[in-house]
């Protein structure tokens, strides 16, 4: 059974950080480095939207919203998924949510941000 596990989330002040991870386990090592493995976010009354990706070549996707402040990055051997986010603003609070597009299209319950201004 896949399971992703997000972590490293809470109240933070603007301009703070916060380093967010996500644990992935049913999925061999092989098979995570063949993944391609996201962050999306949503808030209250909101869609959900992609922060960034990153595909099992490294190439990174990230949103404008955030391009210059967060980092996607994966340890494939750790088989997990991080988010590094600097600069934070009070528009980047939601629930983030990791997701592993493998063998299947998996989500965790996804980790709360809340930036207080």
């Known amino acids: 059974q896949v399971q992703l596990v997000e972590s490293g989330g809470g109240l933070v002040q603007d301009g703070g950080s916060l380093r967010l991870s996500c644990a992935v386990s049913?999925?061999?090592?092989?098979?995570?480095?063949?993944?391609?493995m996201g962050w999306y976010r949503q808030a209250p009354g909101k869609a959900r939207e992609l922060v960034a990706a990153?595909?099992?070549?490294?190439?990174?996707v990230t949103s404008d919203s955030v391009k210059g402040r967060f980092t996607i990055s994966r340890d494939n051997t750790k088989k997990t998924l991080y988010l590094q986010m600097n600069s934070l603003k009070p528009e980047d609070t939601a629930n983030y949510l990791c997701?592993?597009?493998?063998?299947?299209?998996?989500w965790g319950q996804g980790t709360q941000v809340t930036v207080s201004s």
């Open positions: 997701n592993v597009q493998s063998t299947g299209n998996y």
């Open positions: 049913g999925i061999s090592v092989s098979g995570v480095s063949r993944s391609y």
């Open positions: 990153i595909r099992s070549s490294g190439t990174t």
